[in-house]
Protein backbone atom coordinates (compact mmCIF):
# COMPACT_ATOMS: atom_id res chain seq x y z
CA UNK A 1 0.00 0.00 0.00
CA UNK A 2 0.97 3.22 -0.39
CA UNK A 3 2.47 5.34 2.11
CA UNK A 4 1.79 8.44 0.70
CA UNK A 5 -2.21 7.67 -0.09
CA UNK A 6 -2.22 6.56 4.24
CA UNK A 7 -0.04 9.40 5.28
CA UNK A 8 -2.38 11.90 3.54
CA UNK A 9 -5.99 9.85 4.47
CA UNK A 10 -4.65 10.04 8.31
CA UNK A 11 -4.73 13.55 8.07
CA UNK A 12 -7.78 14.43 5.98
CA UNK A 13 -9.49 11.80 8.96
CA UNK A 14 -7.78 13.77 11.80
CA UNK A 15 -9.49 17.42 10.04
CA UNK A 16 -12.40 15.97 9.90
CA UNK A 17 -12.75 14.41 13.07
CA UNK A 18 -10.59 17.53 14.63
CA UNK A 19 -8.18 14.93 16.61
CA UNK A 20 -4.06 14.81 16.46
CA UNK A 21 -2.92 12.71 13.33
CA UNK A 22 -1.03 10.67 16.02
CA UNK A 23 -4.08 9.73 17.15
CA UNK A 24 -5.41 7.97 13.76
CA UNK A 25 -3.34 4.77 13.24
CA UNK A 26 -3.73 2.55 10.73
CA UNK A 27 -5.68 -0.25 12.64
CA UNK A 28 -8.04 2.89 14.13
CA UNK A 29 -11.65 2.24 13.50
CA UNK A 30 -13.28 4.76 12.36
CA UNK A 31 -16.53 4.64 14.37
CA UNK A 32 -15.57 2.96 17.46
CA UNK A 33 -12.21 4.21 18.27
CA UNK A 34 -12.51 7.50 16.90
CA UNK A 35 -15.77 8.54 17.41
CA UNK A 36 -16.98 9.29 13.14
CA UNK A 37 -20.76 10.03 13.05
CA UNK A 38 -22.59 9.32 10.00
CA UNK A 39 -22.03 13.35 9.04
CA UNK A 40 -18.29 12.68 9.45
CA UNK A 41 -18.53 10.04 6.60
CA UNK A 42 -19.85 12.50 4.07
CA UNK A 43 -17.36 15.08 4.69
CA UNK A 44 -14.89 12.30 4.44
CA UNK A 45 -15.91 11.15 1.22
CA UNK A 46 -16.03 14.12 0.08
CA UNK A 47 -12.56 15.35 0.90
CA UNK A 48 -11.64 11.86 -0.35
CA UNK A 49 -12.89 12.82 -3.95
CA UNK A 50 -11.31 16.08 -3.99
CA UNK A 51 -7.77 15.37 -2.79
CA UNK A 52 -7.76 11.84 -4.65
CA UNK A 53 -9.26 12.91 -7.96
CA UNK A 54 -12.47 10.26 -7.79
CA UNK A 55 -15.94 9.45 -7.43
CA UNK A 56 -17.28 7.63 -4.54
CA UNK A 57 -20.68 6.77 -4.11
CA UNK A 58 -22.11 6.11 -0.43
CA UNK A 59 -23.00 2.14 -1.76
CA UNK A 60 -19.72 1.95 -3.06
CA UNK A 61 -17.77 2.69 -0.44
CA UNK A 62 -20.21 0.68 1.73
CA UNK A 63 -19.25 -2.60 0.02
CA UNK A 64 -15.73 -1.62 -0.78
CA UNK A 65 -15.05 -1.60 2.91
CA UNK A 66 -17.84 -4.39 4.61
CA UNK A 67 -17.38 -8.10 3.08
CA UNK A 68 -21.23 -8.63 3.30
CA UNK A 69 -22.17 -4.93 2.63
CA UNK A 70 -24.06 -4.13 6.17
CA UNK A 71 -23.66 -1.51 8.19
CA UNK A 72 -22.60 -4.01 11.27
CA UNK A 73 -19.70 -5.20 9.28
CA UNK A 74 -18.72 -1.79 8.02
CA UNK A 75 -18.63 -0.43 11.29
CA UNK A 76 -16.10 -3.44 12.43
CA UNK A 77 -14.43 -2.72 9.45
CA UNK A 78 -13.82 0.46 8.44
CA UNK A 79 -10.66 1.08 9.48
CA UNK A 80 -7.94 3.46 8.16
CA UNK A 81 -5.68 1.25 7.09
CA UNK A 82 -9.33 -0.51 5.45
CA UNK A 83 -9.83 2.94 3.54
CA UNK A 84 -6.56 3.07 2.39
CA UNK A 85 -7.20 0.01 0.62
CA UNK A 86 -9.92 0.79 -0.78
CA UNK A 87 -9.15 4.29 -1.95
CA UNK A 88 -6.09 2.71 -3.92
CA UNK A 89 -8.15 0.02 -5.53
CA UNK A 90 -10.30 2.78 -6.67
CA UNK A 91 -7.06 4.47 -7.58
CA UNK A 92 -5.59 1.92 -9.58
CA UNK A 93 -9.11 1.33 -11.43
CA UNK A 94 -9.05 5.06 -12.77
CA UNK A 95 -5.77 4.65 -13.93
CA UNK A 96 -6.17 1.98 -15.79
Do not use: Y
Not at 15 to 29: F, I, K, Q, T, Y
Not at 44 to 68: N, W, Y
Amino acid sequence: MSTRIEDQLRKLIALVLSLPVEEVGPDARLIDDLGAESIDFLDLRFRFEESFGVKISQSEFLTGIASDGTAADFRRRCTVSAIARFLESRLEAAHA
